[in-house]
């Protein structure tokens, strides 16, 4: 009993995900299909790739809520490159994510690195601010006729059924885990989320590290966008308006802290696919718009509350154990 | 004698390991100044606090007014006159002067705040002090001294009996005390009787009626003004014997490393020192002096210095702690928690973080390399966990201070700053640290230490630069070194 108490919590994300996956089975008979899972797999994925950049961000000591935006400004670029400016694919590819990381990513950094403002309100402003870029592209209009070329890593899929975006997102979660815990850069990373001052005062660059936190989070997002806007067919300047909520909370749900300094990017592989089949499973259940949002809005609420209580919770028991360990010794 | 409005009997504070107050008796006298001296961590504070309700006393009653009290609350203390002007001031900054004197009691007129009421009774206030200031203005726009006047005008407005002041004079300009001390002469003329912590002997003098002399927590010795010298005050303050005893070790003191002239910056100003290889400089003066502030500005932690610094015969000056990392400078900060140690983050890891090029190749970690290093400094510093991938928050005091100490040797750090190096370490762990110093400075290692530890400075210094708010005021060698020496040049006087 005592055992199995303890594999479930130590694998509570995945003893969630299954459950969640048993109740939208029972919910919906379109759940549990070929087909649909599928599909399950491709959102994941574009939701996936974002996660790890902002998980990037997340351990770095910020946080983003302009991925969103990202998403559209990169798929825009992508998309008219390549229609109405006649560019090849692979380097249109390239030319959105890197312009785009470059400049919204150092905005982002450059605001929380060289003002202190909070990371929160500096990235809500960006927001915004990348949503009108997307929108003027174009001025407003969706685009089309995307080419051929450019929609196999959205849509195409190795025999029909395994999605190349499911294998990309794979490959991402390796490379983000070998950026965060093999490099150091990813040490440093972990050293200035967990204490700015401190990791200063080792002689770190704190600036320069948080700054291309945002900068090297925004690529991922960024890669997240053409892969979403080929898997979409058209370039759409109010793509993904809501997607920053269920990347957030897939990040904090897979225990990427929102205090900085903590996660892993494979253990949050558990909250992306969590809010994938609630957002999946919600549709096709046929729930209303309106209370997905309230649901959505919920899970954060709930789980960086969580989060934050734990937090908390560590930093008493902490000061706890040292207390008595220093009475032990005198 | 007039008679006592407030009496401490038999009061003690008893914290975890220490015991912060121990029984302490002191009659004051209405309308008299007393002056409350001792060192640092001498229990002035605590006493304080438990006047004015912040603290409960673990043992002892309280006697005002002839009413007996096991201990205060805040509000009490204050329903029954006692004010305590801190050293920070509880000012809301943008506010009018008049809106903070009545700040939570301002005056009504028909259920609305009447603003002219309270401009008039705050004018009224500052006349009566012979204080000439504006109280329509917001306080953020006073300088220092006129918001410590605004908090007292503030206390004086609640009908005060005892007005406690913590240092007053500690952030003002001499002819901002003289302002301060016009007005504390006003007061006692009126009646009011004072209690004042100060370290500065001249204003002692100039002010009080009696001194109360503290040490370790026990109330040492009262006088009249009349019957004691700045000798006697010191040495009562001081009078402690040299408990523990501190390891000695066989070192030759060698060339120059590091020199410093007219250092400035923090509000401090102009020191100077030279450190040689194998010593250790003490860097003594009570809190506030400016010492930890004149090592940031060294380190370059803290930007906006100027002097001149050379090392090894080299002129640099630090601009961010990853130069100074850079030539060898480290810094062992006084808040462990906050500046030190990453608690959040493995052992491993925070020993890691200064030494990451050498431990990575390009970008790349060699992990077989970062183990080894760490796995070294483990042993080397006996530092006590299971596992070099323990979290280093859940580490004792002593061990974390041995992690902050191993992440520098393991960079090719050669000067070595410490702030407090034992602070909220035990016995044990302290012997340990004192001789982790001395096998550095045998090393061919220098070290710069700041300690609030009198003993500790005496017992492990081969020099000592003593700090006077921000100035310097001698530099001891080793057969010059005594507590009253120190504690006299720390208190702005000659030898």
């Not at chain 1, 960006?126 to 051929?148: F, K, S």
């Amino acid at each position: 009993m005592e055992k199995l108490k303890r594999v479930l919590s130590a694998n509570a994300t995945w003893v969630v995900l299954i459950c969640l996956m048993v109740f939208f089975t029972i919910l919906s008979p379109n759940f549990m299909t070929v087909k649909n899972m599928i599909t399950v797999l491709r959102q994941v994925s574009v939701n996936g790739i974002c996660a790890v950049g902002l998980a990037i961000i997340l351990i770095g000591g910020g946080i983003d809520l302009s991925t969103g935006s990202q998403t559209a400004v990169a798929g825009m670029l992508c998309a008219t490159l390549m229609v109405n400016h006649g560019w090849p694919v692979i380097p249109s590819f390239i030319i959105a994510i890197v312009v785009t990381a470059l400049t919204v990513g150092t905005l982002n950094g450059m605001a929380v690195a060289y003002t202190g403002m909070p990371p929160l309100i500096a990235t809500l402003g960006t927001q915004n601010v990348a949503r009108g870029i997307a929108y003027l592209i174009t001025d407003g209009y969706i685009i089309y006729n995307i080419p051929e070329l450019a929609k196999v890593i959205g849509q195409g899929s190795i025999a029909k059924t395994v999605p190349y975006c499911v294998l990309l997102f794979i490959f991402i979660l390796f490379v983000g885990d070998f950026i965060l815990n093999k490099t150091s850069y990813g040490r440093m990373l972990f050293a200035v989320g967990s204490n700015k001052e401190a990791a200063r005062l080792s002689g770190i660059p704190v600036k320069k590290i948080q700054i291309s936190s945002f900068i090297v989070g925004s690529l991922f997002i960024s890669l997240g966008g053409v892969v979403l806007m080929s898997r979409l067919n058209s370039g759409i300047p109010n793509v993904g308006t809501d997607i920053y909520i269920e990347i957030l909370s897939a990040c904090i749900i897979g225990g990427i802290s929102s205090n900085g300094g903590r996660g892993n990017v494979f253990k949050m592989l558990g909250g992306v696919l969590i809010m994938g089949v609630i957002s999946n499973g919600m549709n096709v259940a046929g729930i209303s718009e309106y209370y997905q949002y309230i649901v959505k809005g919920s899970i954060l609420l709930v789980s960086v509350g969580l989060d934050s209580y734990r937090t908390v919770i560590q930093t008493s028991r902490r000061s706890h154990v040292i207390r008595s360990a220093a009475k032990e010794s005198a | 004698m007039s008679s006592v409005i407030l009496s401490l009997k038999n009061i003690s504070k008893q914290y975890p390991g220490v015991l912060a107050l121990n029984n302490v008796s002191l009659d004051i006298n209405e309308g008299e100044t007393l002056a409350l001296v001792g060192e640092n961590g001498a229990g002035k504070s605590t006493l304080i606090k438990t006047l004015s309700g912040s603290i409960l006393p673990s043992e002892g009653t309280i006697i005002f007014e002839g009413k007996e009290y096991d201990h205060m609350t805040p509000k009490q203390s204050a329903d029954l006159g006692i004010s305590v002007v801190y050293q920070e001031f509880n000012l809301m900054n943008t506010l009018s002067v008049a809106e903070n004197v009545y700040v939570g009691r301002l005056p009504m007129k028909n259920g609305l705040y009447d603003k002219k009421k309270c401009i008039e009774d705050a004018k009224k206030i500052f006349e009566e002090l012979e204080i000439d200031i504006d109280v329509t203005k917001p306080v953020e726009e006073l300088s220092v001294a006129y918001m410590q006047l605004v908090e007292i005008a503030k206390n004086l407005a609640k009908q005060t009996k005892v007005l406690i002041m913590d240092e007053p004079t500690a952030p003002l300009t001499e002819h901002e005390c003289e302002i301060l001390f016009r007005i504390m002469r006003n007061l006692k003329e009126r009646g009011m009787t004072i209690i004042f912590i100060s370290h500065r002997m001249n204003e002692i003098f100039d002010l009080c009626d009696r001194v109360a002399i503290m040490r370790d927590g026990q109330l040492i010795s009262t006088y009249g003004i009349n019957e004691v010298d700045r000798a006697k005050i010191i040495a009562d303050m001081v009078g402690r014997d040299m408990s523990e005893a501190f390891p000695t070790c066989d070192k030759t003191i060698g060339e120059v490393v590091l020199e410093v002239k007219n250092l400035s910056g923090n509000g401090v100003h102009n020191i100077s020192f030279a450190l040689h290889r194998g010593e250790i400089l003490g860097l003594a003066g009570l809190v506030g002096a400016g010492r930890t502030e004149i090592m940031r500005i060294l380190y370059g932690a803290d930007l906006g210095g100027s002097g001149e610094v050379y090392l090894h015969g080299e002129k640099v000056f630090f601009r961010s702690p990853k130069e100074a990392v850079q030539k060898g400078v480290v810094l062992l900060p006084e808040d462990r928690k906050r500046e030190g140690v990453l608690l959040s983050l493995p052992i491993r890891q925070n020993i890691a973080l200064p030494n990451l090029k050498s431990i990575s190749k390009g970008f790349l970690m060699n992990f077989k390399k970062e183990k080894e290093i760490v796995e070294k400094q483990k042993e080397d510093l006996k530092i006590a966990c299971y596992s070099v991938d323990q979290l280093a928050g859940t580490l004792s005091g002593g061990n974390q201070q041995k992690i902050v100490l191993a992440k520098w040797l393991a960079s090719s750090a050669d000067i070595l700053i410490f702030d407090e190096p034992t602070r909220g370490i035990d016995v044990g762990a302290k012997q340990e640290i004192y001789n982790l110093m001395n096998n550095l400075c045998m090393q061919g290692m220098s070290i710069i230490m700041i300690s609030s530890e009198m003993d500790e400075m005496i017992g492990m210094s081969d020099r000592i630069v003593v700090l006077y708010e921000g100035r310097q005021t001698g530099v001891l060698e080793k057969e010059q070194f005594s507590q009253e020496a120190i504690m006299t040049l720390a208190s702005g006087e000659t030898l």
